[in-house]
């Protein structure tokens, strides 16, 4: 019932393959939940516009092993089938945390296939390949005994010669082929300096998931793919033996308690310039009893009236900077109830907004919210990596002292040094460098670094109590 998309390397077609299947099965009427590898956010925005049910991220950096199973399981019980799409090369992860961990794998595809016990579908681009293929494949097969490669996808083969010359070569060592995509470049989906384009910015998207499923059709062998899709995992695969501590217990997990008696509305800015929100933290801010009101800084002219609470997610400030100065009564509502005191959490992209000034990537400043004594401008270099943090000071979200993991991506900078920081950070190698940063002003909590709540629920508790707070300080 479960199938992971993984590739030898990034770039070798990994997310248009994915797309493909997940259009495909849902042209032919499956209830299709996907999944993604790691901490990105626009992998599975497409996701969740092919499927219409939202993409679950699989971390164990930012969350845990136990944590990955328990998603997991969670959200795909209710599927007829399941596609995990993976990221970078198949064994691509971070120097291991864990100390039975000896490839140095630890949040890779390979390690997800590991915790979930799941075959791997490898994605190979053929540019430049013909016998050599063997031995990539080979490789990638053999290197871990735990992981079942059950087949290979050949991307971009460049005519019918070609893929006799790898079909003879898979054949020397036994691989079954899944799938063949000829060289294509009338099916495209645009990127810019982050990735890929958001769904809600691409044109025609509907029309490319159309010929993406029709790809589909003609060019995976469905016979050997939907048997596989058809397989029911094992709680008992070696992994698990290995390290029971990735086991998810047999027990479901305990519903959280709502928190407050009073219903909590926490404003969610949702739009194209911010939708980067990993879909569990928002559903446990409904879990705990909050009201999630969407409402969009581009496009709306007041902000949602009877709040108790704001989130600013990620996305393209940058990109949407003009649109964003120019609804000025809205920056002036946003500053003064933030000034007042509501709670407030802003990430990444939202601590860009709320910001002084914002120096784009045309080298144009434009004035954003202004509750940030600081402005940001875009670079060059990209900032990107997971982090270990410790809270310096209390917050609407965390105590001081308290520790989280997160991830940074971004190519902003601020242009002044915060003397009281929110967090202490660094990076996971031992030689990594600690460094501060994050704001925190009236109960605003603003940061670069973007955070997963599943394995720390504590901290929505903390937002909708201060949220509550809030509520009651007003009457």
């Given at each position: 019932m479960a199938l992971i998309i993984a590739g030898n390397r990034s770039?070798?077609?990994?997310?248009?393959?994915?797309?493909?299947?997940?259009?495909?099965?849902?042209?032919?009427?499956?209830?299709?939940?996907?999944?993604k590898v790691g901490p990105d956010y626009i992998d599975p925005m497409f996701h969740r516009a092919v499927t219409s049910l939202p993409c679950r991220n699989l971390d164990p950096v930012i969350t845990s092993p136990n944590y990955v199973r328990e998603c997991f399981k969670r959200h795909a019980q209710n599927a007829d089938q399941i596609i995990i799409e993976g990221v970078m090369g198949l064994f691509d992860g971070i120097s291991s945390i864990d100390s039975k961990n000896l490839l140095n794998d630890y949040g890779s595809t390979a390690h997800i296939a590991r915790i979930l016990n799941l075959p791997v579908v490898l994605v190979l681009d053929c540019s430049g390949l013909s016998t050599s293929i063997a031995a990539i494949a080979y490789g990638y097969a053999n290197l871990d005994s735990q992981i079942k490669v059950a087949g290979i996808i050949l991307n971009k083969v460049?005519?019918?010669?070609?893929?006799?010359?790898?079909k003879t070569a898979l054949n020397s060592i036994n691989m079954p082929i899944l799938g063949v995509l000829k060289r294509n470049t009338l099916i495209t989906i645009p990127d810019r300096?982050?990735?890929?384009?958001?769904?809600?910015?691409?044109?025609?998207?509907?029309?490319i998931f159309t010929q993406l499923a029709d790809l589909a059709r003609t060019s995976f062998n469905w016979d050997k793919l939907l048997p596989l899709l058809n397989y029911h995992p094992s709680n008992s695969g070696e992994y698990a033996k290995q390290y029971p501590d990735s086991q998810l217990s047999l027990k479901e997990s305990t519903p959280l308690s709502p928190l407050s008696f009073n219903p909590i509305r926490i404003a969610i800015a949702q739009d194209r310039a911010f939708?980067?929100?990993?879909?569990?933290?928002?559903?446990?801010?409904?879990?705990?009893?909050?009201?999630?009101?969407?409402?969009?800084?581009?496009?709306?002219?007041?902000?949602?009236?009877?709040?108790?609470g704001l989130y600013f997610g990620g996305g393209f400030p940058e990109v949407f900077a003009e649109q964003l100065a120019a609804n000025l009564k809205v920056q002036q509502q946003l500053k003064r109830i933030i000034e007042s005191g509501i709670p407030t959490y802003a990430e990444c992209g939202g601590l860009m907004y709320l910001c002084q000034q914002l120096t784009d990537l045309k080298e144009q400043t434009w004035s954003m919210v202004g509750v940030i004594p600081n402005s940001v401008t875009m670079q060059s270099k990209l900032t990107l990596g997971y982090r270990k943090a410790i809270a310096l000071q209390n917050s609407p979200l965390i105590q001081a002292h308290q520790s989280v993991k997160g991830h940074e991506f971004h190519r902003s900078q601020l242009t002044v040094p915060n003397p009281n920081p929110q967090w202490q950070l660094r990076g996971f190698h031992s030689f990594s460098p600690q460094f501060q940063e994050g704001w925190n002003i009236a109960q605003l909590h603003a940061s670069y670094l973007h955070l997963h709540w599943g394995e720390t629920k504590f901290l929505a508790h903390r937002f909708i109590q201060s949220c509550r707070n809030y509520q009651s300080s007003l009457y």
């Open positions: 770039g070798v077609g990994k997310t248009t393959i994915t797309l493909a299947m997940l259009a495909y099965l849902v042209e032919q009427k499956h209830q299709v939940q996907s999944f460049a005519s019918d010669r070609h893929l006799e010359l790898l300096h982050l990735g890929l384009v958001p769904t809600a910015e691409v044109p025609g998207i509907k029309r939708n980067f929100y990993y879909q569990d933290n928002l559903d446990l801010l409904q879990e705990l009893g909050a009201e999630l009101v969407f409402w969009s800084p581009l496009k709306d002219h007041k902000i949602p009236q009877n709040i108790q």
